[in-house]
């Protein structure tokens, strides 16, 4: 291969190579991709182009959606086949490269069945159009609440861009500002999209400085953005943008629940939970609440997760992630000074293992804190790091509030209905799910439609 | 010694003498000749050439407190016929003051009026000021240019200033109002007057730039947009030059309130050429340094801008801006630097570790 692969910003009329670059590095600090920044002018105008655009029929865009997830995920897109893709995703983002491959293959298949899956969202009364009979007595008709979403998408797992291939289902122009630090991903995506019959003025793909961020949301309709706390309170009162904050997914395990459960398979529940997808997702499980002594599950998650061997990330066997070693002490270094006053069952000595090549590989991280209100437990990692906390009756559900997935292996169906009846809890699994495990009915943290479309009565006379 | 050292154009002769009048006990500023007693070092004999002009310390935080009377140099004797009084932007603390006197005014329009010429512009016509109302620089000269051609300016009412604090206490909505409100004031203007001449910031051109209806307004009356006050990235002027404004022509300007002026963009530049301004030398001057060391970066490579201004009316030498450029050979082979790809010194956060996956 020649130099750094060029990633151009995907504009409403073509490709645009800006003149103002960054340097696309992988785990090792090797350059591997130059990405084109376009300045706040070319976003203001790039969605200025996506409103004036022409709707594309929906069932032509349900067909492109599939044709490109097909592409995306096995296909040669812009001269790159998927497998030397992927491996640059992996080298990029840290993440196994197993991991890389699994995502590209949900994304093929969340592509081929987005029509279904934005359907499930839809009220039962409602129907697609004012043409339908039925609004001759009065009808909801479900429609978009605007016509362009911009994205600011995270970079931490592939699998991210899934989600917006929704909106776009649904007939919404997307601007997507792809994360600076892993930018392949929705590059090849938009390019898929594009190649399988998007116009360009219908998706674009607009890499940006940090401080013209704010100029994609707000030529938009509607926003979603990932990030941080900091993310999440910004956007809290907003109504025009969705923000997908840290997901601090969480296990309850109370005495009741197969109290001879063999603590293996216990703790099997918990390290699925904490490294499957590397670590890295917001439903990668962040706390474990264990009614009871939690030292022995501690222990025997502590013994599971030391034993997985550290490797590069495009090595097939990889299952934890790697990052550039300054950025993996600095991680390091953060969960030593949050880890204060907790019990270390692993990661006492640090979590960073060198690779030598300028990468470490992160370690697991087992902690024991001292109650359910340990404030540790909303610590969420981007790497395979979790608080165990001993849990009683009185702490109640408390702590297990603002997670977006909860585990409860439980036989109290008063807790659940708790748990089932809290809105800051995302998802809800009962028995020994896995947090990161899902359907293909199921809604992430809500359906993203329940955010972009809204109903309406439409009443014609007979 | 030469009181008219204006005249000379060799840059050291031309420091030599200005050296003379600043510092002269009969010519010289209540403050230079009171500041000069607190140098390491005597400008009348030790500031040898243009570039001992980096011998003085950055003086221009001392402006924010100076009575303007004591920057008046004495050799004017009674005759320096002030225009006003001028202030920095107050980014950086309390904004600091200079006073614009006739005299250089009417040197620097000359100036500025040659390098129009150039760039083939035919100074007749209105103005519209898209730009800070109140003490800044731009408006005696756009006011001077226009009478020339007995034109006029039309400006509107805009405070830089609340602007900034709106945005340092994180009210992003009130200053994006604020800008839309200076824009209306604009487009009311463009709708029914002729405008030929447009002065604006980058980011006021670019709010501009969003409303279909002014752009096709510009397009179609104004000859000139001159842009100043802020840089501009190479893609959008490149974006500006081609896809908005193609009806008209886009010249940069670039300087300070502490250089008493500014420079446009060098004529003849093409599209995707990088913007570089070339200096009014002797009196306005750029160098481009290595911050750490203070000495010129070579040909080609970026650095810090330091300005000068040297004239009869004031010295405000050595004074280490927050940009950075490209350091390119002057035109001329005048005192100075050119300056290209002009933008704020970027600034780095330590590694700093944001919980959360994202």
């Known amino acids: 291969m020649g130099g750094p692969l060029p990633l151009d910003a995907l504009g409403p009329a073509g490709a645009y190579r800006p003149r103002t670059r960054t340097t696309v590095t992988d785990v090792t600090g090797r350059p591997v991709a130059e990405l084109g920044l376009v300045p706040r002018l070319f976003v203001d105008r790039a969605v200025s182009a996506l409103r004036r655009a022409t709707e594309m029929p929906e069932d032509e865009r349900v067909a492109a959606i599939a044709r490109a997830g097909e592409a995306f995920a096995s296909g040669t897109v812009a001269g790159l086949p998927a497998e030397e893709h992927q491996r640059l995703v992996s080298r990029v983002s840290g993440l196994p490269v197993a991991v890389v491959r699994a995502a590209a293959a949900h994304t093929a298949r969340a592509a081929a069945d987005v029509h279904r899956a934005v359907r499930l969202a839809r009220p039962a009364a409602a129907v697609d159009d004012w043409r339908d009979p039925l609004t001759r007595t009065g009808r909801a008709v479900w429609t978009r609440r605007g016509d362009v979403l911009a994205v600011h998408a995270a970079g931490n797992h592939p699998g991210v861009h899934t989600l917006w291939l929704q909106a776009l289902a649904l007939g919404y122009r997307i601007a997507v500002r792809p994360s600076t630090r892993e930018p392949l991903t929705p590059h090849r995506l938009v390019t898929a999209l594009r190649d399988a019959g998007f116009p360009a003025d219908h998706l674009v793909l607009l890499p940006t400085a940090h401080e013209v961020a704010d100029a994609v949301l707000d030529g938009a309709d509607l926003g979603v953005v990932y990030g941080g706390d900091d993310v999440t309170r910004r956007y809290a009162g907003s109504s025009r943008v969705l923000a997908q904050g840290p997901g601090r997914s969480k296990i309850l395990l109370t005495a009741d629940a197969d109290p001879d459960a063999d603590p293996a398979r216990r703790a099997g529940l918990v390290v699925d939970s904490v490294v499957r997808e590397g670590g890295t997702g917001c439903v990668n499980a962040t706390a474990v609440l264990v009614e009871g002594d939690p030292a022995p599950l501690a222990e025997a998650v502590a013994e599971r997760l030391a034993a997985i061997p550290g490797l590069p990330p495009q090595d097939d066997r990889a299952t934890l992630p790697v990052q550039p070693v300054d950025t993996a002490r600095a991680l390091e270094r953060h969960l030593r000074e949050q880890a204060s006053g907790t019990t270390a069952w692993l990661g006492a000595d640090g979590v960073v293992e060198e690779l030598g090549d300028g990468s470490a590989v992160l370690r697991p991280a087992v902690h024991q804190a001292g109650g359910p209100d340990a404030p540790q437990l909303g610590v969420e990692m981007p790497f395979p790091c979790v608080w165990v906390a001993p849990w ?40 020994a799910s896995p947090t990161c495990d899902s359907g293909p009915d199921m809604p992430h943290d809500g359906f993203l439609a329940e955010f972009l479309m809204r109903t309406k009565g439409v009443l014609r006379p007979v | ?105 009417t040197r620097n329009l000359g100036l500025w009026a040659d390098s129009l010429k150039e760039h083939g512009v035919v100074p007749e016509g209105n103005w519209l000021n898209i730009m800070p109302s109140g003490p800044h620089l731009a408006g005696p000269f756009t006011t001077r240019m226009a009478q020339r051609s007995s034109s006029v300016v039309f400006t509107l009412d805009m405070d830089p ?92 300007n670039y300087g300070s309130t502490m250089a008493l002026g500014s420079a446009n963009e060098r004529p003849g530049l093409g599209d995707d050429d990088p913007c570089v301004f070339d200096t009014l030398s002797p009196f306005i001057t750029y160098t481009v340094v290595d911050p750490e060391t203070g000495r010129r970066v070579p040909y080609g490579e970026r650095g810090r801008v330091v300005m000068h201004h040297v004239s009869r009316s004031a010295l405000f030498p050595n004074n280490l801006e927050r940009d950075e450029a490209t350091r390119t050979e002057p035109r001329n082979g005048s005192g100075g630097d050119a300056v290209a790809d002009v933008a704020p010194v970027a600034t780095f956060d330590d590694t700093q570790v944001i919980e959360g996956v994202y």
């Open chain 1, 392 to 431: 009683h009756r009185e702490a109640g559900i408390a702590p297990l509030r603002g997670s977006l997935v909860v585990t409860a292996v439980t036989e109290d169906e008063k807790l659940i209905d708790a748990l089932l009846a809290e809105p800051t809890i995302g998802s809800l699994h009962l028995g």
């Open chain 2, 1 to 105: 010694m030469s009181h008219d050292f204006e005249q000379l154009r060799d840059p050291d002769e031309f420091v030599r003498a200005a050296m003379q009048w600043h510092f002269g006990p009969d010519t010289g500023s209540p403050y230079w000749l009171d500041r000069a007693r607190s140098l390491e070092f005597d400008p009348r004999t030790d500031v040898r050439t243009f570039d001992d002009l980096s011998l003085f310390p950055n003086i221009v935080n001392e402006l924010r407190d100076v009575r303007v009377e004591d920057l008046v140099p004495r050799g004017y004797d009674g005759d320096a016929r002030p225009v006003g009084v001028y202030e920095s932007g107050g980014t950086t603390g309390a904004p600091k003051k200079v006073v614009l006197l006739e005299d250089w005014l």
């Open chain 2, 161 to 252: 200033r609340w602007v900034k604090r709106l945005i340092a206490e994180g009210r992003a909505e009130d200053a994006r109002a604020y800008a839309e409100h200076v824009i209306e004031q604009a487009g009311h203007i463009l709708r029914t007057q002729d405008v030929r001449f447009l002065m604006t910031t980058p980011p006021l051109l670019q709010r501009l730039a969003r409303r279909e209806e002014l752009v096709e307004l510009v397009n179609r009356k104004v000859d000139t947009i001159i842009w100043g006050g802020a840089s501009m990235d190479a893609d959008t002027r490149y974006l500006l030059r081609t896809e908005v404004f193609p009806g008209t022509r886009l010249i940069g």
